[in-house]
């Protein structure tokens, strides 16, 4: 049953630079997922975020460790989640349409079932009228919305989204993010969702994992305990200011790495 | 440049005419000058003939000179669509087998300084008194540019690119196909635009060593006969002939590429869409920043538009 | 101390100074009497320049006053191009292209021959067994492209009687001979007589000199109107303006063509010093060809070089009634031998 449970446990992560060397760009981080909960993982650039969901979406070989998703080992299998990258890498030589059924294309689905699906959804992503249009025409929101309409019409269970909003200034942000909860709700997929914006990490997740720099490991995970249902003001409630200092505090923590090691103690696992 | 939309439609005709009416008018300046100037100086015929003189010729020899044309024509075709095809298969063996790449590109490479007048008694040994050395001579002259912007075009593509198909479970085959293929049209008809005037250049050569009839023929005889007028004639044939074929290839590609000339859709030049119509002026990047605004308004109302539908439906809940 | 060292440099500069003025007067190294003369040769430097360059080595010309450099024109056709355009003073050219240029327009002027004879031909491998013109039928003829050449062949076969359309005649360049011996065309359509045959000998490892490994039909043998080769051509305006300077060149060059046929083995080896890509057996049989085609009667009376106009008037028909010219041309003003040396 495709759920989009995943567990990762002790994963490893190891590199060759250029330089020959080998760099550890993942050290022993374990993340667990029931379905359609939504992550955030938050940390400093460069720290290895990336690789992990390069390690999920079965694209890296990890040194140690396990991937599971649904009970299946998805190590070096790429093709078991949608990943999101963080360019909206749009075919430019494709229209809106033809790009966003890239995924059932590939994998070999009937073409006509999938655009009739695709077409009716245009609406709901904000691009109607826009199905034979080449993405150079649209503005940087549309084209983010497209490569989501893109990931989500892959009809995987667990969705990866890599700093999905970094390029758009933060009005747009702040709607396209309001809007892919949205999305996240209406389609239940399970999501992990990496940004830098600790605003953008809580108001959207069910559990922030902060991590550290490289090698990353989670400094810690702050539960998210705010209505499933959120409107856009929660991120004015004291409850949200507390999540926010938790997560601002685990990122200092990074300097003074002597007390993280408790937090992550604390934060624990979901049993199930 | 204009901006607004009904001004861009209205003198699109205008700046076509005008883009053309200047060069057609600085060749014709040119021309008379030269005219007059071999007139005044009296330079003789053999020497630099007055275009009046060439023309004259060309009407009266146009028979002769069409004749010999349809054979250098056949020799020019056959011979492009064979480098095609050669550099092709060879572009692709180099972008996928680096024991390819490393063995026989520097070979290619070597071939290339060989003259081509010195190959051809060779090939006329090997393949006979026909066509096919003349053919191979033309292929191999536009063979080398076409190959390396077929590897550039291949090769150009990011790594994430591919990272991301991989992510979607495709095959080698799709990733070229749907991928690498499509990502190197632009360098694959800059060198096919190359290669056509190489072409020309090529089965006009390939007729200097080896050949009774053809265009390139035609000129070594007139040259010999210090005809020197039809020369010129043959070689504004033969040019008219290259501009020509650069500008079918050039069209083909405009036709390909349609996201690549500024073409907001592909129903663009069938219907216009109303809502586009307004905004529909990629020429200047006020406008299209206009655009990506105007268009972002739009959804975004939309957008909010179905949460507050959806929010009002639900006492202000998003299920 | 200081007057010996001075008297030292000035004795130096002394004995400098009168060298130099010696060497000024000397009227070996007078740079500035020694006019300098291009001579366009018909291609690249072959056996058939070797009475040129034989006048160069034994300073005939220098004798004459004359700094002559060669020119190779990268077509036979161009040397009268060069010539009337000043690009050089003579050029080497048959009396077709003198008459093709007259007949254009250009100012030449044949004013000596080396070759009293032009021996273009058909050669026919010996064992492809052909003994008759007639026989030619079916066969692939190779041409140089030349078009006096292909006109005169066409001329002698039909006037054998041959039918043109069962002879394959193809344009092969100036390379032959591979294509001979691998078969790919059954003749030559435009031999010349020293030079393919010896050169095809040498690839079938026979002497250079040998006649039984071909058969030879010579145009001007077969009803072609006899033709001049290898003339020396040059503008008529120059030469109006100084006709000392031409009949200065034809002196020496005369002196060495003379020398040249009587040193053949000397000849051939200064060639090959300035040029030894040059095969030196096919040098001897072709040099040896060249000189029997170098006298005729009228030499014997004119000297060497001389032309009989009466040949390039019956030659200026022919090519007009081929086709090769539109207009007459006046044959008086195309050739003259009043420069060349009194013998």
């Known amino acids: 049953m495709n759920v989009g449970r995943l567990e990762i446990s002790h994963l490893r992560v190891r590199y060759s630079a250029p330089d020959g060397q080998g760099l550890i760009a993942i050290e022993n981080v374990d993340l667990s997922l029931r379905a359609s909960e939504f992550a955030a993982i938050i940390g400093p650039s460069g720290c290895g975020k990336s690789t992990l969901l390069n390690v999920v979406a079965g694209l890296l070989l990890p040194d140690s460790g396990a991937v599971r998703l649904d009970e299946r080992d998805v190590v070096g299998r790429p093709g078991g989640v949608a990943y999101m990258m963080q360019r909206d890498l749009l075919l430019p030589w494709r229209s809106v349409l033809d790009n966003v059924v890239l995924g059932p294309e590939l994998a070999g689905v009937p073409q006509l079932q999938s655009r009739r699906t695709a077409r009716a959804l245009l609406k709901r992503f904000g691009l109607e009228g826009f199905e034979n249009v080449y993405p150079a025409a649209l503005s940087g929101g549309m084209r983010q919305r497209a490569a989501l309409l893109r990931t989500i019409l892959c009809e995987r269970p667990l969705i990866l989204l890599d700093e999905p909003f970094g390029a758009l200034d933060a009005l747009t942000r702040a709607a396209m993010s309001e809007w892919l909860l949205g999305i996240q709700r209406e389609f239940r997929r399970t999501m992990i969702l990496i940004t830098h914006d600790p605003d953008e990490a809580i108001y959207l997740s069910d559990r922030v994992y902060v991590a550290t720099p490289r090698p990353m490991q989670i400094a810690g995970i702050v539960d998210v305990r705010l209505p499933r249902d959120r409107h856009r003001d929660v991120t004015l409630t004291p409850e949200f200011a507390a999540h926010k200092r938790e997560v601002l505090a685990y990122l200092q923590q990074e300097r003074d790495p002597a007390d993280w090691s408790n937090n992550r103690r604390r934060a624990g696992r979901y049993d199930e | 440049m204009s901006i607004s939309s009904e001004t861009q439609s209205r003198s699109r005709y205008g700046v076509r005419a005008r883009e053309v009416a200047a060069p057609a008018l600085l060749m014709f300046l040119c021309l008379a000058v030269w005219d007059v100037a071999v007139r005044l100086l009296d330079v003789p015929a053999f020497v630099l003939p007055a275009p009046t003189a060439i023309l004259a010729t060309m009407v009266q020899d146009r028979a002769l000179i069409f004749s010999q044309l349809q054979i250098t024509m056949f020799e020019i075709v056959t011979g492009y669509f064979l480098a095609i095809i050669v550099g092709f298969c060879v572009s692709v063996a180099i972008v996928y087998s680096a024991a390819f790449r490393r063995g026989v590109l520097p070979l290619i490479v070597a071939a290339q300084t060989i003259p081509v007048i010195a190959i051809a008694p060779i090939l006329v040994i090997w393949f006979g008194y026909n066509y096919v050395p003349r053919v191979i001579i033309t292929a191999l002259v536009a063979f080398f540019p076409l190959a390396i912007s077929f590897v550039t075009g291949l090769r150009a593509l990011e790594a994430e690119w591919i990272n991301f198909f991989r992510s979607l479970n495709a095959t080698p085959l799709q990733i070229f196909f749907k991928l690498r293929f499509p990502a190197a049209l632009p360098n694959i008809f800059a060198g096919l635009k190359v290669a056509t005037t190489l072409a020309v250049v090529g089965a006009t050569i390939s007729e200097w060593v080896g050949a009774s009839a053809g265009l390139g023929y035609l000129m070594a005889q007139d040259s010999a006969q210090i005809n020197t007028t039809r020369v010129f004639a043959s070689l504004v044939v033969l040019g008219s002939c290259g501009m020509a074929f650069f500008a079918i290839i050039s069209m083909i590609e405009w036709l390909t590429m349609p996201w690549a000339f500024g073409r907001l859709n592909r129903s663009q030049w069938r219907r216009r869409n109303r809502e586009q119509a307004s905004d529909a002026n990629l020429s200047s990047t006020a406008t299209e920043h206009r655009l990506g605004r105007a268009a972002e308004a739009e959804p975004r109302d939309r957008v909010t538009a179905t949460l507050t539908r959806t929010v009002s439906g639900n006492n202000g809940r998003i299920k | ?343």
């Open chain 3, 1 to 343: 101390m200081t007057g010996t060292l001075w008297r030292r440099r000035s004795l130096i500069t002394a004995a400098i100074g009168c060298a130099a003025v010696a060497s000024l007067m000397n009227p070996g190294y007078a740079q500035d009497k020694l006019v300098p003369f291009k001579v366009a040769l018909l291609t690249q430097p072959g056996i058939w320049d070797a009475p040129l360059f034989a006048a160069l080595d034994q300073k005939f010309f220098e004798a004459e006053n004359l700094q002559v450099s060669f020119i190779s024109p990268a077509t036979p056709a161009d040397g009268v191009k060069l010539v009337a355009s000043g690009g050089a003073q003579v050029a080497t050219a048959h009396s077709t292209e003198v008459l093709i240029a007259r007949s254009r327009g250009l100012p030449v002027v044949s004013i000596a021959s080396n070759h009293q004879y032009g021996t273009a031909g058909i050669m026919v491998p010996a064992d492809a067994g052909v003994t008759t013109l007639n026989q030619l039928e079916g066969k692939t003829l190779g041409v140089t492209g030349i078009p006096f050449n292909k006109v005169m062949l066409e001329y002698t076969l039909q006037r054998a009687g041959v039918d043109l359309s069962k002879v394959n005649i193809v344009t092969v360049g100036f390379t032959p001979i591979p294509l001979l011996l691998s078969k790919r065309i059954d003749g030559l359509g435009d031999a010349i007589t020293w030079s393919e045959p010896a050169m095809y000998n040498t690839q079938i490892s026979k002497p250079a000199g040998d006649k039984s490994t071909y058969k030879y039909f010579a145009f001007y043998e077969n009803g072609v109107p006899r033709y001049y080769t290898f003339g020396i051509v040059a503008d008529e305006r120059a030469v109006a303006k100084d006709p000392e300077l031409y009949r200065r060149y034809l002196r020496a060059w005369k002196k060495g063509l003379e020398w040249t046929v009587k040193n053949q083995k000397a000849a051939i080896d200064g060639l090959r010093k300035h040029h030894p890509e040059i095969n030196e057996a096919e040098s001897v049989a072709n040099l040896s060809e060249i000189v029997r085609i170098s006298e005729s009667p009228e030499t014997q009376k004119g000297g060497l070089g001389w032309q009989d106009p009466a040949v390039w008037a019956k030659q200026e028909e022919f090519m007009r009634e081929h086709k090769l010219i539109d207009a007459k041309v006046d044959v008086s003003k195309a050739v003259r031998n009043d420069l060349l040396p009194k013998s």
